[in-house]
Antibody, heavy 114, light 109 residues
Framework: EVHLVESGGGLVQPGGSLRLSCAAS????????MTWVRQAPGRGLEWVAS????????FYVDSVKGRFTISRDNARNLVDLQMSSLRADDTALYYC???????WGQGTLVTVSS | QAGLTQPPSVSKGLSQTATLTCTGN????????AVWLQQHQGHPPKLLSY???NRPSGISERFSASRSGNTASLTIIGLQPEDEADYYC??????????FGGGTKLTVL
């Protein structure tokens, strides 16, 4: 059975940093692109970042470029999202996903507030 | 990184058929088609269809997807109360990003 388990969310002040982590199991992690998607309270889904299966390419939504870094460890089946210079509009539930495979975690909540 | 266009809401009666639309451009929907996601309140999204009409195992045949040019569609036949949810389309843009629609709230009357 496939599991994606996110961790690392929490309350952080504007300008602060957080590192989200997603632990994958139940599928051949190293074969698939992985993606972070976020959902602000009461809002729709927003793509944040994606990383190719072999880590040869990383892509970001314009609003997080230069502030967020996606990375992966195929030996440990982990995908991380390092977030810095956080802003109030980064507040959201952050999901780890393999979109085309239909694998989604339960999400981890990030709240940016003073 | 402009988003895909979905109607904000659709209302249909029990047992009726609903067709949800999703419009993009030649770089996204028109290139590789769309995925369709269903999200119930308080739950993560669930994949209903990918690359136009490939259904993951366990997804009811009442859900079918199609594409015409830059517009993708999701048709749900025989609407049931449990179909009431938010539906999102998404597509990979060849310039290097996933784009999502704003979501359609489906109400089953």
């Amino acid at each position: 059975e496939v599991h994606l388990v996110e961790s690392g969310g929490g309350l952080v002040q504007p300008g602060g940093s957080l590192r989200l982590s997603c632990a994958a199991s139940g599928f051949t992690f190293s074969d698939y692109w992985m993606t972070w998607v976020r959902q602000a309270p009461g809002r729709g889904l927003e793509w944040v970042a994606s990383i190719k299966a072999d880590d040869s390419n990383r892509f970001y939504v314009d609003s997080v470029k230069g502030r967020f870094t996606i990375s992966r460890d195929n030996a440990r089946n982990l995908v991380d999202l390092q977030m810095s210079s956080l802003r109030a509009d980064d507040t959201a539930l952050y999901y780890c996903a393999s979109i085309t495979m239909g694998y989604w975690g339960q999400g981890t909540l990030v709240t940016v507030s003073s | 990184q402009a988003g895909l266009t979905q109607p904000p809401s659709v209302s249909k009666g029990l047992s009726q058929t609903a067709t949800l639309t999703c419009t993009g451009n030649s770089n996204d929907v028109g290139n590789q088609g769309a995925v369709w996601l269903q999200q119930h309140q308080g739950h993560p999204p669930k994949l209903l269809s990918y690359r136009n009409n490939n259904r993951p195992s366990g997804i009811s045949e009442r859900f079918s997807a199609s594409r015409s040019g830059n517009t993708a569609s999701l048709t749900i036949i025989g609407l049931q109360p449990e179909d009431e949810a938010d539906y999102y389309c998404s597509a990979w843009d060849i310039t290097g990003s996933w784009v999502f629609g704003g979501g359609t709230k489906l109400t089953v009357l």
